[in-house]
Every structure is written in structure tokens, then in C-alpha cells.
């Protein structure tokens, strides 16, 4: 677990005082974890004592300690594809195997999320998406856009009211105006954080909206504005963070959300084929046979004979 995932954790077994210098460092996380001890009592209103038995009971031997953890683990928030390169080991040299190794190293990550991942509150955003009451907008960055993509094209499936925001003719910005308490914002967000996806997101909590994240395991800043937080994990040999477990979360989510609707997301799929032609599709091996008759190259004219 991350120390802010660690913090929030303990708090339940914390006194009076250290709860509120747990979350004085919570309310304003890393930066008020990365002053002095007497900046922290004074936003916390806690002696330098009860910070330091907080410090204790998370695992460290001293504020600086603590410290020096947190500042580690901002700069691995902060590390970019090339600095990933540049660190050992991130890309493996095997020759032979390294598909084998690979997978691996894929399957591992997705374990990894399993326990990162609450049950609990999994259980909660797929109850959420599948609420016929509420609006679901996503919005992803530079590259995890293509989950939000993914999530949009097959819920829209399912239920009504689904689109993702997107740049067009309506700045982005704009676009978390019309929203309010019925709607909800599946966001992705990962290390690298970008701006534009969290001040979206500031924005629609402000006009009443909630949020679903889905966010590495050191956790986007929108984490503290979400009502559903889901880490994955995205470390693997990779100059590259994956998008694997991330996925893995989206179809979760959508396998959850078809199971809560049940006839209801069966009707609109029918509904969406009929409108659409799919069932005209090539498909079944009981129609293959005439569907590829269909692609097949015209028959070349017979040539007549010139008659001499």
C-alpha cells in the first residue's frame, strides 16, 4: 500500500489527535507531508509528540523517515517512460522465453490489483452504473482515453445515457457545466497526473456530479474529490506503465453492470442490433456459407468467338 493509502487505513485505531494530523496530511497530500513537523502541527492543530507516534504507527522510525519515503515515492509518481528506461530492471534481456517471462510479469500485476482492489467498493461503482437514474461520463488522458473509449462503446450497450468527454466543438472544460447530482464520472488517471483530466474533475464535483476513478497505486490527486476509488497496478518490464489490470477493472465493471441489469440490458442490446443491422454481420457457421457468397468476386464474362 501507498502512505496515503496507509494513512487512510489506520485512521479507525488513531486517538483524537492523531486523527486530526492524519487528516491535516490526507487534506493537503504530499505537500503537507513535506514540511517541517512544526508546519504540520500548526495545520493540524496536534503537538509534535502525537505526529510523531502517527509516524510510529505507520511503520517509521522518525519523521524524516517519513519523509524521505513520501519524497521517494512522489518521484516514482512522477518518473517518465525514458527515466523508466533508464532504471534496472524495467525491459528483460532473455533472448529465448520472453514472451513466457512476460506474461508473467503481466500475470503477476494482475494479482497485484486484486489485492489492491477493495471488493467493496468495486461492488459500489458497478451498482452505480448500472443505476438507470444516473448520467456516465468518462474521460481519460494522452493515452488511458482509449479505457474510457473502451467503456463508453460497450455500456452504451447496456444502458442509456453514456458518452465520453471529449475536445470537439465544446471545450472540455465547458462541458462539466450541465452536470449535476445525477451524474457520473468515470475518470482514469495515472502517474504523470495531467491537469486537464483534474481540474475537469474539480469542476463536476463542484457542480454536484460524483466520481468513479480508476488511478495507479499511488493515486491521482482526483482521489481525493472520488467516492469510488479502484489502484491497479502498472509497473511491469516496460519502459511503459500497462494498461492491463487497468482494463481488466473496465471489463469487471461492465460483466458487473450487464449482470445488475439482466433483461433490461438484453432488450436494448436487441434493440441497438436491430437498429443497426449486425444481425447481418457475417456470424454463425449456419450462415457462412451464404454470407461469403455475398463477398465473392464476380465471375469473369465468357469471351464469344470470332467467327473467321
Not at 48 to 56: C, D, K, V
Not at 143 to 167: C, D, M, Y
Request: glycine share 6%; charged share 25%.
Amino acid at each position: 500500500m501507498t502512505i496515503e493509502q496507509r494513512i487512510r487505513a489506520l485512521l479507525p485505531q488513531l486517538t483524537p489527535g492523531e486523527k486530526r494530523a492524519a487528516r491535516a496530511l490526507l487534506a493537503a497530500y504530499p505537500i503537507a507531508a513535506l514540511g517541517t513537523i512544526a508546519e504540520l502541527t500548526a495545520r493540524a492543530d496536534a503537538s509534535a509528540p502525537t505526529i510523531l507516534r502517527l509516524t510510529g504507527k505507520l511503520g517509521f522510525d522518525g519523521y524524516s523517515h517519513f519523509q524521505r519515503a513520501v519524497r521517494e515515492e512522489v518521484q516514482e509518481k512522477m518518473q517518465s517512460p525514458l527515466s523508466l528506461m533508464d532504471s534496472a530492471p524495467r525491459v528483460p534481456t532473455a533472448k529465448s522465453g520472453f514472451f513466457g517471462a512476460f506474461i508473467a510479469d503481466i500475470t503477476a500485476a494482475l494479482q497485484r490489483t486484486s489485492r489492491l482492489l477493495d471488493n467493496d467498493v468495486l461492488e459500489g461503482a458497478i451498482a452505480t452504473l448500472a443505476d438507470p437514474g444516473k448520467r456516465i461520463y468518462t474521460l481519460g488522458g494522452r493515452s488511458s482515453h482509449v479505457l474510457a473509449k473502451h467503456l463508453v462503446f460497450h455500456l452504451h450497450q447496456l444502458r442509456p445515457n453514456v458518452q465520453e468527454i471529449t475536445a470537439g466543438s465544446v471545450p472540455v472544460y465547458h462541458q462539466a457545466a450541465d452536470m449535476g447530482r445525477s451524474s457520473v464520472v468515470v475518470a482514469f488517471d495515472f502517474r504523470r497526473y495531467e491537469r486537464q483530466t483534474i481540474d475537469f474533475c474539480q469542476q463536476a464535483a463542484r457542480e454536484g456530479a460524483r466520481i468513479i476513478l480508476v488511478t495507479d497505486p499511488w493515486l491521482s490527486p482526483i482521489a481525493e474529490l472520488a467516492q469510488w476509488v479502484l489502484p491497479v497496478e502498472v509497473d511491469v518490464p516496460s519502459p511503459f506503465d500497462s494498461s492491463l489490470a487497468a482494463m481488466a477493472v473496465v471489463e469487471a465493471m461492465l460483466a458487473g453492470t450487464l449482470a445488475r441489469l439482466g433483461p433490461a440490458a438484453r432488450e436494448r442490446m436487441e434493440r441497438l442490433e436491430q437498429g443497426a443491422g449486425i444481425d447481418k454481420v457475417i456470424g454463425g457457421a449456419e450462415n457462412a456459407e451464404a454470407e461469403m457468397g455475398t463477398f465473392a468476386a464476380p465471375r469473369k464474362p465468357k469471351q464469344r468467338r470470332q467467327s473467321r
